[in-house]
C-alpha cells in the first residue's frame, strides 16, 4: 500500500514537474514573440522616418520648397542671435553713459562754484577742457555701440530676423550687429551655411515668378488676340481646313518685366514714406538700394522708433525684401531668355549669310 502511495505520488509530481516545465516553455515562447514584432515595429518606425526625411528634403530643395527653406533658416537665425545677444551681452552702455553724464555734470558745478564769474578767463578753460573730455567719451561709447537703446530693445524679434536676412542676403544695413564673441563667431557661420541657400532661393524663385508671370502674360496675349480675331472674321476660334490652330509660343517681353519692377519700387516707395515720414526720394532710394544688395544702412526702416508699430513694419520689410529679390531674380531670368533669343536669331542670320556668301564665291569659282 505504502508502495502504491509513492509510485503514485512520484507520478503525479513528474506530471507537475511537466506541466511546469511545459508552462515556463511557452511563457518564455509567447515572451519571444512580442520582442520579435517590436524588431519589426522599430523598424518599421524608422524606414518611416526616413521616407519623411527624404521627403522634406526633396520638398524644400524644390522651386516653391527653397521659399520655406529660407524663411525657416532666418526665424531660426532670429531666434538663436536673439538668445546669444542678450543673454550674453553684459557691457550695459547706457548706464556707462548716464555715470560720464552726471560726473561732467558735477564737473562743471565744481568749476563755477570755484571760479565763480570773477574769473572769467579760468572759468572758460576749465568747462572748455571739462565739455571736451565729456565729448571724447561720449564719442568712445558712441563708437562701441552706444545707440540710446537697451540690448532687448535692439534685439527684439523682428530685428533679429531682418539682421538674419541682412547677412545671408549680403546686404548688410549695419544699424544691428553682434556685439559678444558668440555672436560674432555665430554671424560668420550663419553666413557661410546661409548665402549657398540664399543663392539656392535667387535661382529658384526667379523661375517661379517667371513662370508665373509667362503664363499671365500669355493669357491675357492669347486673350486680345481672339478678340482680335472675333472682331476681324466674326469668330471666336481660328481654324484652317476645319483643324484649330495651335497658340504659338509667346515670349515676354523686356519693357514688361521691367514694368513689373518698376511697380514693385514704387509700392515699396509709397509704403516707407507713409510710414517712416520720408520723402520720396529717399523712399525709392531705399528700395532700389535695398533690393539691388547694395544696404548702405543709411535709411532702415522701424529704427526711427521702437514699438509693436516698429515691429509690423520689421515684418513687412521682411517680407517685402524677400518677394522684391524674387522679383529681380525673375528680370534677370527673363532678360536673360530675351538675350539669349536675340543672339541665336543673329548667329542663325549670320549663318546664313555666310552660307549665302560661300555659295556666291563657288558659283564665281
Not at 570773477?118 to 561720449?138: C, E, F, K, P, S
Not at 540710446?148 to 523682428?158: L, S
Not at 481660328?238 to 517681353?253: S, T, Y
Request: with cysteine; aromatic share 12%.
Amino acid at each position: 500500500m505504502a508502495k502504491d502511495i509513492t509510485s503514485l505520488s512520484g507520478s503525479q509530481i513528474g506530471k507537475c514537474k511537466g506541466g511546469q516545465s511545459k508552462s515556463r516553455s511557452d511563457a518564455y515562447s509567447r515572451m519571444s514573440v512580442p520582442s520579435k514584432a517590436s524588431s519589426y515595429s522599430g523598424d518599421d518606425r524608422a524606414t518611416v522616418v526616413k521616407s519623411f526625411c527624404r521627403y522634406l528634403l526633396e520638398f524644400l530643395f524644390t522651386q516653391v520648397g527653397v521659399g520655406g527653406l529660407v524663411v525657416c533658416y532666418t526665424v531660426c537665425g532670429a531666434i538663436a542671435f536673439q538668445a546669444i545677444e542678450i543673454t550674453e551681452e553684459t557691457d550695459d552702455l547706457i548706464e556707462k553713459v548716464s555715470v560720464r553724464r552726471s560726473a561732467a555734470v558735477s564737473e562743471l558745478w565744481n568749476i563755477t562754484n570755484h571760479f565763480n564769474t570773477l574769473n572769467r578767463g579760468q572759468w572758460d578753460n576749465r568747462t572748455h577742457v571739462a565739455i571736451a573730455a565729456y565729448q571724447a567719451d561720449i564719442i568712445h561709447l558712441v563708437l562701441a555701440g552706444y545707440d540710446g537703446h537697451t540690448v532687448a530693445e535692439r534685439w527684439t524679434f523682428p530685428a533679429s530676423l531682418m539682421f538674419t536676412l541682412s547677412v545671408i542676403t549680403t546686404i548688410g544695413y549695419g544699424n544691428t550687429a553682434p556685439r559678444t564673441p558668440y555672436g560674432k563667431i555665430a554671424t560668420m557661420l550663419y553666413a557661410v551655411l546661409g548665402i549657398p541657400v540664399y543663392i539656392l532661393y535667387f535661382r529658384n524663385m526667379g523661375k517661379v515668378f517667371a513662370n508665373v508671370l509667362k503664363w499671365i502674360y500669355r493669357n491675357i496675349y492669347n486673350w486680345t488676340m481672339r478678340r482680335k480675331n472675333a472682331v476681324r472674321y466674326s469668330v471666336m476660334e481660328k481654324e484652317v481646313d476645319g483643324q484649330a490652330i495651335e497658340e504659338e509660343e509667346v515670349l515676354v517681353p523686356s519693357t514688361v518685366s521691367i514694368i513689373v519692377m518698376v511697380v514693385y519700387l514704387i509700392i515699396g516707395t509709397i509704403m516707407f514714406a507713409e510710414w517712416e515720414n520720408w520723402n520720396y526720394l529717399d523712399s525709392a532710394y531705399f528700395c532700389v538700394t535695398s533690393l539691388l544688395k547694395i544696404g548702405f544702412g543709411d535709411f532702415v526702416p522701424g529704427t526711427s522708433a521702437y514699438g509693436e508699430a516698429s515691429h509690423a513694419k520689421l515684418y513687412i520689410d521682411y517680407f517685402y525684401l524677400l518677394f522684391g529679390m524674387g522679383v529681380v531674380a525673375m528680370n534677370y531670368y527673363l532678360l536673360k531668355e530675351e538675350v539669349m533669343l536675340r543672339v541665336n536669331k543673329i548667329r542663325k542670320k549670320i549663318r546664313e549669310a555666310s552660307a549665302k556668301v560661300r555659295y556666291a564665291i563657288r558659283r564665281r569659282a
